[in-house]
């Protein structure tokens, strides 16, 4: 969530951020409003609580009428803190509530705008020329059938529509790019974990999902359980409530797990394969860092996405996301995009936030420094993730359907070097 103080001393700032995401300005207004109103009310209350504990001392001292009469004033001054009291619970419940409807402030050159407003900062590779090369390209599920690689069809019998089964190569596929990715991750520093995939509200919230608006959330409503879109919210849940220590540098966990998402709104779009599904496998980045270091840690995470699309041959631009199209928590965002010879286009295979200690602050982790303990900045970013098939397929595929493995997966798939057509 958003520091309170800060926004009190410079409300401007928190305006102009509402303005570059498309969304109320003015709820930084009402947010002013309501802590005045706050603090009025808790001032109130401890100014008669503390006439109410003088009074304790008087009516202990006196004698006969005087005590009865102090008595009543008692009662009444008892009813009067009871209410100022139920006043300032109320006000404060309500600022804690607007609080929670701003989103992280996006940093300083951010793009403003909505989801066509991004910025290109950079192309890598070229697309193939499948016209010079003398053939037509298949889509990914064309290869994927002749390779036996993806069955939709099963997919739809067995759990409905945009599931799916990966089988033969197609599973080893998955597999082996998850295993590069936490290979390159614990090479880097990362420490590997398998998390959960059902959290707990407080957690989900706290990393900035809205559990009781978000349409995208699947709800277990009889255990009051969440399933995860991205090991990012059990990884952010993780230290809840914790004081780490930063002093020997950035604490890096990569998370493998699978991931849901219920698509709501998604109705028309990407119907066909695996580039919109309700479940998926993906290894996420995720750090703890000082707020200080937090930039800096941001382009280390893009640095590894890229380093990734690199093993794969994969020709993609990186954009820096507009402000009106980041999550909630995010104040800036990179995607790291693939170009998808069939539909023309280049399609997101990862992205990577900076949180800044929006979602630190709401789970309450934090470091020491200078003696005194401070929010610290949470960092994601995907690493490998289901959808990637669908570029490497389609960018390395051959005349035949067959498909040419890049070197770097090679060892991961027992050295094979060509994914065969199944007769």
Known sequence: MIDVNELRENPEKFRASQRARLAEPELVDAIISADARRREARTRYETLRAEQNAFGKRVAQAMGEEKQALLAEVKELAAAVKA?????????????????RVANVVEDGVPAGGEDDFTVLKTIGKPRDFEAEGFTPRDHLELGELLGAIDMERGAKVSGSRFYFLRGVGARLELALLQMAMDQAVKAGFVPMITPTL????????????VAHDAEIYRLAEDDLYLVGTSEVPLAGYHADEILDLSK?????????SCYRREAGSHGKDTRGIIRVHQFNKVEMFTYTTTEEAAAEHQRLLAWEEE???????????????????????????????????????RELTSTSNCTTFQARRLNIRERHDGKTRAVATLNGTLATTRWIVAILEHHQNPDGSVNVPKALQPYLGGMEVLPVQQ
């Open 84 to 100: 100022a009291g139920a006043e300032a619970d109320a006000v404060q419940a309500e600022q804690e509530g607007l609080v929670r």
């Open 199 to 210: 959290v707990r509200p407080e957690t989900m919230q706290g990393t900035g999902f809205d």
């Open 249 to 257: 540098g950035p604490v890096r966990y990569a998370g493998w797990s």
């Open 308 to 346: 990734m699309l690199a093993k794969v041959e994969l020709p993609y631009r990186v954009i820096e996301t507009a402000a009106g199209d980041l999550g909630m928590s995010a104040a800036r965002k990179y995607d790291c995009e693939a170009w998808v010879p069939t539909q023309n286009a280049y």
